[in-house]
């Protein structure tokens, strides 16, 4: 599993599937019996890319670009996980599946909506992205995208690793741990 420091300077090697990547096609259900995201996300994106969770490990800093309604589907909380453990360090889709989105935040996976990202951008370009101006460079082309902006208290959520990490660091600022009952 990847972690981010730096959110103005996210770089990684694409890699890219179209539109409609649904949560079925993300992790397939018949990968979900182990619970533990450690051992279902080497079947990340297998049922259109076999190949894909040796590819991540291979290349490290990758990102996942996908097309239109990425994460639609099932609000199958396992798939960002699958992402996320995989070692995939952001993705970019031209735009997301609401539950799939909140689900991302939740679990801490960076990610970002950029029009027609798919159209700009080949398998294997090396990507800059600055997360907090939502702006896109194609190392490749020198092109800068601009996507949509994450809202700063999403945003907040995704930089402590998710909702759980956030929730934690609230009760221990607040010394809600030390409270009896």
Known sequence: MITIDDFTNIRGKVMKFGDGMNTDIII???YLE???PIIYCRYVMSAVRPTTYDEIQKYEDVIFVGGKD?????????A????KYAGVKLVIAESFASIFFRNCVNV????LEVPNITDK??????????LETAEVMNERTQEVLNGHQIEGFLLNKIKKGG???ELQEYVKLHELDKINN
């Open 70 to 78: 990425f994460g639609s589907g099932s609000s199958r909380e396992q």
């Open 121 to 130: 951008v080949e398998e294997g370009d090396v990507l800059l992205v600055n």
């Open 80 to 83: 960002p996980d699958a992402i």
């Open 34 to 36: 182990e619970s533990d």
């Open 163 to 165: 909702l759980i990490p």
């Open 28 to 30: 397939p259900s018949q």
């Open 108 to 111: 801490g996976l960076p990610l």
